[in-house]
């Protein structure tokens, strides 16, 4: 199976370019203001963004889509530069090993929510797993 084709490492890579978001946002953020930093940050992820769509030739006129999906991703937007500009203020003012777990909460809030809200189902696993990073975040973050 392609890399591409593989949602598992896809979310491993993710991982992967999440803690070196926070290593590197950590130096960044050092002598830069954390609002500036997340500005240059979201600067270059567009840019990033861009490219790859022309590489791939996947530039399209956005059509039709229900109100709702254009809704939710707008928001998605939003939310996404909320959490950049509080993450990077917390790695300005904290140790980077004890922000990104506290950060990575979103796993188990992600579980909760996918459950009350989207109808996800929450077997044993789900919720063991789920508590062990509520727990592991409490750990290193404490």
Do not use: H
Not at 117 to 134: F, P, Q, S, Y
Request: proline residues 2%.
């Amino acid at each position: 199976m392609a890399f591409t084709q593989s949602w598992q490492l896809l979310a491993l890579a993710s991982a992967v370019f999440a803690a070196l978001t926070a290593i590197l946002g950590k130096i960044g953020v050092a002598q830069i203001n954390s609002d500036l930093a997340t500005f240059i940050r979201t600067v270059v992820i567009l840019l990033v963004t861009a490219l790859l769509l022309t590489a791939r030739n996947e530039w399209q006129k956005p059509e039709g889509g229900n109100w709702l999906a254009w809704a939710c991703l707008i928001a998605s937007g939003v939310t996404t530069g909320l959490s950049w500009l509080c993450y990077f203020r917390a790695l300005q003012l904290g140790p980077v090993s004890q922000v990104a777990p506290i950060d990575k909460l979103s796993v188990a809030l992600v579980i909760l929510v996918g459950w009350l809200a989207l109808g996800e189902a929450v077997t044993l696993k789900t919720a063991v797993g789920g508590a062990l990073i509520v727990a592991g975040s409490l750990v290193l973050a404490l």
